[in-house]
């Protein structure tokens, strides 16, 4: 199915029941974000200013009697390996889990972010050095989490395992 | 700490800036987030301590210790926070947030880094008058003596990793806070927003993020923070805001020649409530405050400085209020403590 307002694929399909009868429609990504920020009220933290008038923002919450496809709540479903966010927690509190949903969520973020920036590549200052690979940083968030579960669950051996490691990979 | 404070004015309330006659303030924030920890949102309370610990044994190791305050704010009584709220020189998400949370106070109050606000540090400062380059020289600056020390998250692709897309890329705000009666008066600010709208440029109050601008106060900052330098960023406003303020000065010109007596007729009123009131609230006071700064700087009215003014604006505020008084107040008594306050500072006019 194409988007209703241009040719690209549809990939949401929002039902509005709001009126008399059932109205379907049908929508790219674009044309989806640029429909839902049109039936929804913003609001006015520093940051979602940006970020409501540009993410097609959460239909179930901002507007109770629009059903989202199935296709929607897939993406709504996915979580961040690292720690643990769902597409759907981003959405409802505009706010990201960990520096690896920028990767994870690539998908959904990058059309997001071209959209509030106008660009899409950080040209700006650089720090002199990166001290921790990208691939240990998420190494440690993913610890932190299981040292803070095993602590939870009264599993102090586990616990000052993880701790050791936390240690060498922090060095 | 509020002690040592209180006797000095902001750096930006000190009025003696460039255009300070319409610019009340300028400033710039860094977003920086450490990497190895997760954003603020899925921190735990055992990362945030660790965020905080960290960046405060690099911050002595960088800063002069006797330099700086170091605040906790999660055990910082209320009004303290509010008294810092009001100062600028923290969020009202950091006032409100919960869990573990600080910040690190530079004593000229000329520099200030938030801890575990929306993103694990926040580095602001702010200047009167319009200088953002000058701002951005001495958050550069901090910025660099951190990431030496600290490991910053930064994409190959996207630059400084942030907690919300928005601030994704430089990390960076700078924002100017303008005083603009007269083209509120001539109703011109809503040509001013819609051009401002289209070079991507956000307009907000200065007071509380939902309330409506009070004492004619904007705020302009750029909402795009990737795809350009910093020093693209503020050549942005560096390009805009002299046209407001051009545009502000017309319309100062317009009224003092064309209603002159309207304009008088505002700027006496103002003066004449403020040293009779026996009650007034922050709101209604910001708002008289604002024709007294605009008569002040008119040459309408004489024998007050703008220096005094901006002390007004700012000391008349809940928490300075209380904090100058020594003692906590009902909201009753703080207005008819503020009338007591502007009746005996305006004795002069
Ligand atoms: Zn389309
Ligand atoms: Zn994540």
């Given at each position: 199915?194409?988007?209703?307002?241009?040719?690209?694929?549809?990939?949401?399909?929002?039902?509005?029941?709001?009126?008399d009868?059932?109205?379907?429609?049908?929508?790219?990504?674009?044309h989806?974000?640029?429909?839902?920020?049109?039936?929804?009220?913003?609001?006015?933290?520093?940051?979602?200013?940006?970020?409501?008038a540009a993410?097609?923002d959460?239909p179930?919450?901002?507007n109770?009697m629009?059903?989202?496809?199935?296709?929607l709540?897939?993406?709504?479903?996915?979580?961040?390996?690292?720690?643990?966010?769902?597409?759907?927690?981003?959405?409802?509190?505009?706010?990201?889990?960990?520096?690896?949903d920028?990767?994870?969520?690539?998908?959904?973020l990058?059309?997001?972010?071209?959209?509030i920036?106008?660009?899409?590549?950080?040209?700006?200052k650089?720090?002199?050095?990166?001290?921790?690979?990208l691939?240990?940083?998420?190494?440690?968030?993913?610890?932190?989490r299981?040292?803070?579960?095993?602590?939870?669950?009264?599993?102090?051996?586990?616990?000052?395992?993880?701790?050791?490691?936390?240690?060498?990979?922090?060095? | 700490?509020?002690?040592?404070?209180?006797?000095q004015?902001?750096?930006?309330?000190?009025?003696?800036?460039?255009?300070?006659?319409?610019?009340?303030?300028?400033?710039?924030?860094?977003?920086?987030?450490?990497?190895?920890?997760?954003?603020?949102t899925?921190?735990?309370?055992?990362?945030?301590?660790?965020?905080?610990?960290?960046?405060?044994?690099?911050?002595?190791?960088?800063?002069?210790?006797?330099s700086f305050?170091?605040?906790?704010?999660?055990t910082?009584?209320?009004?303290?926070?509010?008294?810092?709220?009001?100062?600028?020189?923290?969020?009202?998400?950091?006032?409100?947030?919960?869990?573990?949370?600080?910040?690190?106070?530079?004593?000229?109050?000329?520099?200030?880094?938030?801890?575990?606000?929306?993103?694990?540090?926040?580095?602001?400062?702010?200047?009167?008058?319009f200088?953002?380059?000058?701002?951005?020289?001495?958050?550069?600056?901090?910025d660099?003596?951190?990431?030496?020390?600290?490991?910053?998250?930064?994409?190959?692709k996207l630059?400084?990793?942030?907690?919300?897309?928005?601030?994704?890329g430089?990390?960076?705000?700078v924002?100017?806070?303008?005083?603009?009666?007269a083209?509120?008066v001539?109703?011109?600010?809503?040509?001013?927003?819609r051009?401002?709208?289209?070079?991507h440029?956000?307009?907000?109050?200065?007071?509380?993020?939902?309330?409506?601008?009070?004492g004619?106060?904007?705020?302009?900052?750029?909402q795009?923070?990737?795809?350009?330098?910093e020093p693209?960023?503020?050549?942005?406003?560096?390009?805009?805001v002299?046209q407001?303020?051009?545009?502000?000065?017309?319309?100062?010109?317009?009224?003092?020649?064309?209603?002159r007596e309207?304009?008088?007729?505002?700027c006496?009123?103002a003066?004449?409530?403020?040293?009779?009131?026996r009650?007034?609230?922050?709101?209604?006071?910001?708002?008289h405050?604002s024709?007294?700064r605009l008569?002040?700087h008119?040459?309408?009215?004489?024998?007050?400085t703008?220096?005094?003014?901006?002390?007004?604006?700012l000391?008349?505020q809940?928490?300075?209020?209380?904090?100058?008084?020594?003692?906590?107040?009902?909201?009753n008594n703080?207005?008819?403590?503020?009338?007591?306050?502007l009746?005996?500072?305006?004795?002069?006019?």
């Amino acid at each position: 199915m194409k988007c209703q307002k241009c040719n690209k694929p549809a990939m949401f399909h929002i039902t509005e029941l709001t009126g008399d009868k059932p109205e379907e429609h049908h929508f790219c990504e674009l044309h989806a974000k640029e429909y839902l920020n049109e039936t929804s009220q913003n609001s006015d933290t520093e940051s979602s200013d940006g970020l409501t008038a540009a993410l097609a923002d959460s239909p179930v919450q901002k507007n109770p009697m629009t059903k989202v496809s199935a296709e929607l709540q897939a993406i709504d479903r996915q979580v961040c390996p690292v720690c643990g966010i769902s597409f759907y927690d981003f959405r409802n509190r505009g706010r990201l889990g960990c520096a690896n949903d920028y990767d994870c969520f690539a998908k959904q973020l990058e059309p997001l972010i071209t959209n509030i920036h106008g660009a899409s590549e950080h040209v700006g200052k650089k720090p002199s050095e990166i001290k921790l690979q990208l691939n240990d940083s998420m190494k440690l968030i993913k610890l932190r989490r299981d040292l803070d579960t095993a602590i939870n669950e009264e599993d102090y051996k586990k616990a000052s395992k993880i701790r050791d490691e936390i240690k060498k990979l922090e060095n | 700490m509020i002690d040592e404070m209180l006797s000095q004015l902001s750096q930006w309330l000190q009025g003696e800036g460039l255009e300070s006659e319409i610019v009340i303030s300028c400033r710039i924030r860094l977003a920086r987030n450490l990497s190895g920890y997760p954003f603020v949102t899925r921190a735990t309370e055992t990362d945030r301590r660790s965020i905080r610990d960290i960046v405060y044994r690099v911050a002595n190791e960088i800063f002069e210790q006797s330099s700086f305050y170091f605040v906790d704010i999660d055990t910082l009584p209320t009004l303290d926070r509010m008294y810092l709220l009001e100062r600028q020189l923290i969020s009202r998400e950091l006032v409100e947030s919960v869990g573990i949370r600080a910040a690190l106070i530079d004593k000229n109050e000329s520099f200030c880094i938030m801890i575990n606000e929306e993103d694990h540090l926040r580095i602001h400062a702010t200047t009167s008058g319009f200088e953002p380059m000058r701002i951005w020289q001495i958050l550069n600056e901090i910025d660099d003596k951190l990431s030496k020390s600290l490991s910053y998250s930064f994409h190959p692709k996207l630059g400084y990793l942030s907690a919300c897309p928005t601030n994704v890329g430089t990390g960076m705000r700078v924002s100017v806070m303008l005083h603009l009666p007269a083209l509120a008066v001539t109703k011109e600010i809503e040509k001013v927003f819609r051009s401002l709208k289209k070079v991507h440029l956000a307009v907000r109050g200065l007071y509380g993020e939902n309330s409506q601008p009070v004492g004619d106060l904007y705020q302009i900052s750029n909402q795009i923070t990737l795809g350009k330098t910093e020093p693209e960023l503020i050549k942005t406003l560096q390009n805009f805001v002299p046209q407001i303020l051009t545009f502000e000065k017309q319309s100062r010109d317009f009224l003092m020649r064309e209603q002159r007596e309207i304009l008088l007729d505002r700027c006496s009123r103002a003066v004449g409530l403020l040293k009779t009131a026996r009650t007034i609230g922050s709101v209604e006071t910001l708002h008289h405050l604002s024709s007294l700064r605009l008569g002040v700087h008119l040459g309408i009215i004489e024998n007050i400085t703008i220096d005094e003014v901006n002390r007004l604006f700012l000391n008349t505020q809940p928490a300075h209020l209380q904090k100058i008084l020594g003692e906590q107040l009902s909201q009753n008594n703080r207005d008819v403590e503020r009338a007591k306050y502007l009746r005996s500072n305006l004795g002069s006019i």
